[in-house]
């Protein structure tokens, strides 16, 4: 039988109907759904201020604003592998622990930071800090969501995090255009440590699962995970990739096209939360429609519509033109909703899923690292229409690789293998 965070007996899911989701979600409210809720409004406090803060006060480049958006992106992929070997040597409390506790103090550097070298240091921290949170709690989801529920149960945790996006961008252009633009920065420190608070009480008896299977060097580990999952992680991966790609545009296009047309940081947090709002209405129908038809039956969907929006920025040049393609992205997103972490965590290995998901995380946040930079590179040298029209053209890629050659990861005959075992 499972322990919950709070340390309560849970029953053995069923597999089918209302009470096992029910009670899978009542028993990750307060170790994944509230911290998760609050880290991702901290995280939204700085996209609509991050590329004016950097451009105004550090007189980045286009290319600069790019490395300053994507250096958290770097700090996390460069983690994602290490993260998910702490979790299986030193136990998902103390890795998550340590994630939160050093996202508040990357924030705060931030908030401080006199020069661009500094601000992107700290971007990258609060990276590092993201990978230990995010990896030690999908290894926990791993273990405690069976996989015939798990497209409803993620996607609420993604519609959790959506809505949570809604509030954050909306708090961080309040306060960036009417107290102060490092201001926002510490409002995400303030928010780390709530977090803090939330996980250390939450979690206080949680038991931590047992990993089984046996160690060796490292490298050798790290090895044997791509060597085994080569196949997945050639295409699913590569889908995965393109989706954080996407994501990441959205979030850097936005804002950079809003700033050059003269709108306000506030105009550009309204957009990006109304965006957020679209986003996040879609999980329940996105979370029914992953466990009753598939993973791929709203990301092939998801990948087109992002493409469409991206497409269409350029065309913009007045607020509600720009508002209707921010929401229009917002839809496509909220398609995708736990799309690239319900793929990962049906692919790990139930036994040890840390090292899996480790890799899994490094291979798509390659995506997300290399957007903006990519996008940045391009308005530097072209012009930022061209690598708005670029990136459509990767996201019907990722639509393409859906369609053709990865496979549907809702295995149902898996989900009753599981539940049968615990």
Not at 342 to 355: C, F, K, M, S, V
Not at 407 to 414: D, L, Y
């Amino acid at each position: 039988m499972n322990m919950s965070s709070a340390g309560t007996p849970q029953a053995p899911p069923t597999g089918q109907g209302r009470s096992s989701v029910r009670s899978t979600i009542r028993s990750i409210v307060w170790s994944v759904y509230v911290p998760s809720f609050l880290l991702s409004m901290g995280q939204g406090i700085l996209i609509p201020v991050l590329p004016g803060f950097a451009k105004e006060e550090m007189a980045a480049t286009a290319a600069l604003v790019g490395v300053a958006v994507a250096a958290r992106h770097f700090g996390t992929m460069a983690f994602d592998v290490p993260a998910g070997i702490l979790v299986s040597r030193v136990g998902l409390r103390r890795t998550m622990y340590s994630g939160v506790v050093l996202f508040g103090l990357a924030s705060i550097w931030a908030g401080v930071s006199p020069n661009l070298t500094s601000l992107i240091s700290a971007r990258v921290t609060a990276g590092v800090a993201f990978a230990l949170w995010s990896i030690s709690r999908q290894s926990y989801i791993a273990f405690e969501v069976p996989i015939d529920v798990r497209g409803r149960v993620l996607s609420l945790f993604g519609g959790i995090s959506r809505i949570a996006t809604i509030i954050g961008p909306l708090i961080g252009g309040l306060l960036a255009e009417f107290v102060g633009i490092r201001v926002p920065f510490y409002a995400q420190g303030a928010v780390a440590l709530l977090t803090l608070v939330v996980i250390v009480w939450s979690t206080r008896n949680m038991i931590e699962p047992t990993i089984t299977g046996a160690r060796h060097g490292m490298i050798r580990e790290i090895g044997g995970v791509v060597s085994r999952h080569r196949r997945d992680f050639a295409t699913a991966g590569v889908a995965a990739i393109v989706l954080q790609f996407m994501r990441a545009a959205r979030e850097f296009l936005i804002p950079v096209w809003g700033g050059e047309q003269g709108f306000g940081k506030d105009d550009i947090g309204y957009i990006l939360t109304a965006s957020s709002a679209i986003d996040a209405a879609l999980f329940p129908v996105v979370g029914i429609a992953m466990d009753r038809w598939g993973r791929k039956s709203t990301g092939i969907p998801a990948f087109v519509i992002l493409a469409v929006a991206m497409a269409l920025i350029p065309m913009t040049g007045s607020f509600g033109a720009l508002m209707a393609v921010g929401l229009l992205a917002g839809f496509g997103n909220g398609l995708s909703t736990g799309f690239v972490f319900t793929i990962g965590t049906d692919l790990a290995p139930r036994n040890n899923p840390g090292e899996f998901i480790g890799v899994w995380r490094f291979i798509s946040d390659t995506g997300g690292a290399s957007s903006p930079v990519m996008i940045g590179g391009i308005t530097q040298i072209v012009s930022l229409g061209v690598a708005a029209s670029a990136t459509a053209g990767i996201g019907l890629f990722g639509a393409l690789m859906l369609v053709t050659v990865v496979k549907e990861t809702m295995n149902r005959q898996v989900g009753w293998a599981e539940t049968t075992k615990r």
